[in-house]
């Protein structure tokens, strides 16, 4: 049997590898994605600093609050007068900013002690526009607690009587794990280069040979059919494993090129976490490589085929969205659902947090009886004249 597999395992090798164009895009698309990735989140990150930095606050008829003005502007902010359509700005996301609106009778309320109601607009759609849009109400908030302050001591009032309360923030989580939400992309993308890597291959060692009508005659020869599926699908996996490592490199290599500082001390990705990463996807590859394999196999065409694997690329790309919606973080569950429990390790290990032996092998070993039941099941069908002939 190791002879037979060995001559499928070459001779299926050679007929990938001769369809460069294929391979050659999926190498370079899988070696770039990162880089292309990180320098859109840089430029991201960079240019919504410089706007926060910035400190801008776009108000309409600025000179109606001339003492909000005189804040703002000792406060180190910058007041701008709002354009005429900031209205239509706003929903557009041309004005990536609030527009304070204040009364025409601004200075006139103020100075008899009046309540005056500042409008503050702005459309929260935006994600550019979040940050910026939180200076400016923080900087509002500001005048107004200056300005409570003032008229709380011209009666003789401690301003301290009204805030007994002292609130310090103090937040528990390291910079590696503020930067593990920025490199959620980073597991999420390598579990689908485990899915995508190898599809066309997939598709190709079991629809595509059996619509090419070569399968027939190899099945004719005296080999079983567990040693050509193990063959096939040994190549199957190769692709997948090395799509897999040229896209862990793009991401390393693109990490270290990151100029924003901010983002630099964020992400941070080393060799504890890379290993973790293919100590969880080499054996996540070789189950998207059998389950690919499995499903083309009752596509009657390549076609066809390429529609059932698309199920289970959509499954995993859903997984990344389940654990937005679980209360319980690093539920013991998630370890015994593929690509959920990988995607939750890889990002506790992106995180800082410790790896614990459990969670290295549970989703392995749940991911390597799942590829074996594939390859099983798939042997069997071999052997059925239906699945053979492509009747099915």
């Known amino acids: 049997m190791t002879g037979v597999l060995r001559a499928v395992f070459w001779k299926e090798l050679r007929d990938a590898v001769r369809d460069r164009r294929t391979w050659m895009i999926a190498l370079a698309v899988s070696l770039f994605s990162g880089p292309v990735v990180f320098v859109l989140l840089s430029n ?4 919504v600093e410089e706007r926060v930095e910035r400190r801008e606050v ?23 007068p709002a354009p005429d359509d900031w209205a239509a700005q706003l929903r557009s996301g041309r004005l990536q900013n609030a527009v304070l609106v204040p009364p025409e009778d601004f200075e006139a309320r103020l100075a008899t002690g009046a309540t005056v109601t500042v409008e503050a607009h702005y459309d929260e759609s935006h994600d550019k526009a979040g940050a910026v849009v939180r200076t400016t109400l923080r ?94 699908w040994a190549v199957v996996m190769c692709y997948s494993l090395a799509i897999v490592v040229v896209t862990m490199l793009g991401f390393m290599v693109s990490m270290r090129a990151v100029t924003n500082e901010t983002l630099a001390a964020l992400m941070q990705l080393d060799w504890r976490e890379v ?22 196999t009752f596509g009657r065409s390549y076609k066809e085929a390429q529609t059932y694997v698309t199920y289970i690329a959509m499954a995993v790309q859903f997984s990344a969205i389940v654990p937005i919606f679980l209360t319980t973080r690093d539920a013991a569950w998630q370890l015994w659902a593929p690509a959920i429990g990988q995607l939750t390790v890889l990002l ?45």
């Open 44 to 47: 991201f990150i960079a240019s």
């Open 58 to 80: 776009v108000m309409l008829a600025p000179e109606r609050a001339p003492t909000l003005v005189n804040f703002l502007e000792r406060a180190g902010a910058t007041v701008t």
């Open 139 to 232: 900087l509002v908030q500001g005048f107004n607690r200056e300005l409570g302050a003032q008229r709380l001591l011209a009666r003789g009032v401690a301003p301290q009587l009204l805030a007994p309360l002292e609130i310090e923030e103090i937040d528990l989580a390291p910079a590696q794990a503020r930067g593990a939400q920025l490199l959620f992309i980073v597991p999420w993308m390598a579990l689908l280069a485990a899915v995508f890597g190898a599809l066309s291959v997939a598709i190709d060692v079991s629809a595509g040979e059996r619509e090419r009508g070569s399968l027939e005659p190899l099945m004719a020869n005296p080999i079983s059919a567990g040693a050509l599926v193990l063959g096939k």
């Open 275 to 296: 290993a973790v990463f293919c100590a969880l996807l080499l054996p996540f590859a070789a189950l998207m490589a059998a389950a690919n394999m499995l499903a083309a």
């Open 348 to 392: 506790k290990a992106l995180r800082g947090e410790a790896v614990g032996a459990a969670e290295l092998l549970i989703p392995g070993a749940v991911a390597l009886v799942g590829a074996a039941a594939c390859l099983v099941v798939m042997a069997r069908l071999l052997r059925r004249e239906a699945v053979l002939f492509g009747r099915t």
